[in-house]
């Protein structure tokens, strides 16, 4: 029986390992961490969205430019699949009203407890503390564990090791540097799905009164640093230092790389999404008497709190009192954004193995036998189920790879 490495154990690893177990393969699984899926189960605190219900075709622009690279494993492995997958598991999903797929209870949990139980059952061995160091002189996995240096030989190799985001749960990209110096080709790592810096910060009585709430329904629109006009609809979150929340996320890659280019980029907030600029002009123009501005715009146009804050905080006093460029404001109430937060506090990584390094069975072109899956590749998606639905894709096409790669390997041998 051959033996197949898997090095990480989040959703690309453990889908991996069921691939090779079911092909006849003994696997191994190596985490650094105490406990494997541990990224999985943070992701799922606030509700486990395992994938989207959207149309397919719809689904797969979701992954920008690398659509060609994952749409042959998405094919083979799409957003349906996953749910019969969960469904086999005793994990009922739903489909909730954004078209976003929940496991029936919301938790991420019991679909880890199922799946790790059948795995073991199905004779996958897990070891946890095991830091990967890379390769010996002799070609041995080198790993770090609490009694020591341990060296592992193996068959094969999986490795699903995470992006860069949330260190502390394992995903420390420490792998960029052991790759590139194996002369595997692979793109830095950025933030992706992440929060960004307001220019100038938020004054004071914003932060002590609004930070952390989330400013509904509004919409976004900037151009890019190649003139594209990018436009979405959703809600922010006001942070300590700026916006993040899914609307921001939505088109964080698009910021980050403008940012990059420019420095700086302009949003242009629509408080008023659903009202077309004539009603709010006649609505902030009605005579108001003697009530106050804040009283004036939420009766009126149903500006009020945090929106009515974000005016304040933008507009100069001779603007908040003239109507009509009030009205314009609240339209497209401009917000410069000059930093993108920190890589590790984004919820993904973009970056990575480039596609380019692999064949079409994930496995690198400089070390045969070696094939990656997961975050670690060179992709981005948005939140939704995107990530977790091409991490699921991947880990399941280098599963193939490497039970084809075993294959061609003992028919040479014979």
């Known amino acids: 029986m051959p033996t197949v490495a898997v090095i990480g154990g989040g959703p690309a690893g453990l889908m991996t390992a069921e691939v090779l177990s079911r092909g006849g393969a003994q696997v191994e699984v190596f985490d650094a961490m105490p406990s494997v899926g541990r990224k999985f189960l943070l992701a799922g605190v606030g509700g486990m969205n395992i994938t989207h219900a959207e149309p397919y075709a719809a689904f797969l622009t979701r992954y920008g430019a690398r659509i060609a690279e994952l749409q042959p494993l998405l094919d083979a492995f799409p957003p349906a699949h996953l749910r019969t997958w969960c469904h086999a598991l005793?994990?009922?999903?739903?489909?909730?009203?954004?078209n976003r797929v929940f496991p029936q209870d919301m938790k991420a949990a019991p679909l880890l407890r199922a799946w790790l139980h059948r795995l073991r059952q199905a004779g996958v061995r897990f070891h946890v503390r095991h830091r990967w160091q890379g390769w010996t002189?002799?070609?041995?996995?080198?790993?770090?564990?609490?009694?020591?240096?341990?060296?592992?030989?193996?068959?094969?190799?999986?490795?699903?090791?995470?992006?860069?985001?949330?260190?502390?749960?394992?995903?420390?990209?420490?792998?960029?540097?052991?790759?590139?110096?194996?002369?595997?080709?692979?793109?830095?790592?950025?933030?992706?799905?992440?929060g960004f810096d307001v220019a100038g910060g938020w004054s004071e009585p914003l932060l002590s009164r609004f930070a952390g709430q989330p400013v509904k329904t509004l919409a976004v629109r900037f151009a890019d640093q190649t003139?594209?006009?990018?436009?979405?609809?959703?809600?922010?979150?006001?942070?300590r230092t700026g916006v993040e929340g899914s609307l921001i996320y939505a088109v964080s890659a698009a910021l980050r790389?403008?940012?990059?280019?420019?420095?700086?980029?302009?949003?242009?907030?629509?408080?008023?999404?659903?009202?077309?600029?004539?009603?709010?002009?006649?609505?902030?123009?009605?005579?108001?008497?003697?009530?106050?501005?804040?009283?004036?715009?939420?009766?009126?146009?149903?500006?009020?709190?945090?929106?009515?804050?974000?005016?304040?905080?933008?507009?100069?006093?001779?603007?908040?009192?003239?109507?009509?460029?009030?009205?314009?404001?609240?339209?497209?109430?401009?917000?410069?954004?000059?930093?993108?937060?920190?890589?590790?506090?984004?919820?993904?990584?973009?970056?990575?193995?480039?596609?380019?390094?692999?064949?079409?069975?994930?496995?690198?072109?400089?070390?045969?036998?070696?094939?990656?899956?997961?975050?670690?590749?060179?992709?981005?998606?948005?939140?939704?189920?995107?990530?977790?639905?091409?991490?699921?894709?991947?880990?399941?096409?280098?599963?193939?790879?490497?039970?084809?790669?075993?294959?061609?390997?003992?028919?040479?041998?014979?």
């Not at 005793?90 to 954004?98: C, H, L």
């Not at 009603?279 to 004036?296: F, K, N």
Request: charged share 20%.
């Open 137 to 194: 002189d002799a070609g041995e996995l080198l790993f770090l564990t609490p009694d020591g240096e341990q060296r592992i030989r193996a068959d094969a190799v999986v490795l699903a090791l995470g992006g860069g985001s949330w260190a502390r749960l394992g995903s420390d990209g420490a792998w960029l540097t052991l790759l590139a110096g194996r002369g595997v080709a692979v793109s830095p790592l950025r933030p992706s799905n992440c």
């Open 257 to 414: 790389d403008t940012l990059a280019a420019q420095g700086a980029v302009t949003l242009e907030l629509d408080l008023l999404p659903d009202k077309p600029l004539a009603r709010v002009i006649a609505e902030v123009a009605h005579p108001r008497g003697a009530r106050s501005l804040s009283s004036h715009l939420q009766s009126r146009a149903g500006i009020k709190g945090v929106k009515m804050a974000l005016l304040r905080e933008i507009l100069t006093p001779a603007q908040l009192n003239e109507p009509l460029q009030l009205a314009h404001a609240i339209k497209s109430l401009p917000l410069t954004l000059d930093a993108t937060r920190p890589l590790d506090e984004a919820i993904s990584s973009a970056g990575g193995v480039r596609f380019d390094a692999l064949d079409a069975k994930l496995m690198l072109h400089t070390l045969p036998g070696v094939f990656c899956a997961g975050e670690m590749l060179d992709w981005e998606a948005p939140t939704g189920g995107y990530l977790l639905t091409a991490c699921f894709a991947s880990g399941r096409a280098a599963g193939e790879g490497a039970l084809n790669y075993l294959k061609t390997l003992h028919a040479a041998t014979d």
């Open 227 to 239: 003139g594209t006009i990018h436009a979405r609809k959703g809600e922010l979150l006001l942070s």
């Open 90 to 98: 005793g994990i009922e999903t739903f489909v909730g009203s954004s």
